[in-house]
């Protein structure tokens, strides 16, 4: 027969009917007590950590500037060359504008660039982890279970402390009365 008990206790009365009979006062005894189960409890338990990988990014390449920067060069000087009198200034700014676009567009498309790069975010994972251990042990041939912290091993220390009744209420109590003095 199993029984629920949060706390050891003493499992049968002879121990404090002994003490009430000799007038002792009820004193702590240390028994100990065989144990027959001990199970561990476990707990589902969040655990953060940082979790890291490396991607590879590819990015369209960069144009230097350089051919639109020869081609408003080239078409600045040939627009100068090209007009005269009042007309050279329109020549030449159409020059510095047609050789920008002409030289960006020679230029061609710049290769792609791959690179590494190391991506970090948070994740959580739930651990089982034991929380205490469910407990049977037997104690003058009965079985008690509670739950503890930590493995007890194959023996478990009861502290038990027997419990001495007090008398009912309601009777009148034995007294004492001093000589010369009146109630």
Not at 6 to 24: D, E, H
Request: charged fraction near 10%; include cysteine; charge should be positive.
């Amino acid at each position: 027969m199993k029984q629920q008990v949060k706390f050891p206790r003493l499992a049968g009365v002879a121990a404090f009917s002994v003490a009430i009979l000799t007038g002792l006062p009820a004193q702590a005894q240390q028994e100990m007590a065989h144990v027959v189960s001990s199970t561990p409890v476990m707990q589902q338990v969040p655990v953060s950590r940082q979790v890291c990988q490396d991607e590879a990014v590819t990015r369209s390449g960069q144009k230097s500037g350089a051919g639109a920067l020869m081609g408003t060069l080239a078409g600045g000087a040939l627009g100068n060359a090209i007009g005269k009198g009042s007309g050279n200034a329109a020549a030449t700014a159409l020059g510095l504008f047609g050789g920008a676009i002409l030289g960006n567009s020679i230029e061609g498309e710049a290769p792609p660039e791959t690179q590494m790069v190391r991506r970090c975010y948070p994740q959580t994972v739930y651990e089982s982890r034991v929380s205490g251990y469910n407990v049977v042990y037997e104690f003058g041939g009965k079985q008690y279970s509670a739950q503890m912290p930590s493995d007890p091993g194959q023996y478990l220390q009861l502290q038990i402390t027997p419990i001495v009744p007090r008398p009912p209420t309601g009777y009148p109590q034995p007294g004492y009365s001093q000589p010369g003095y009146s109630h």
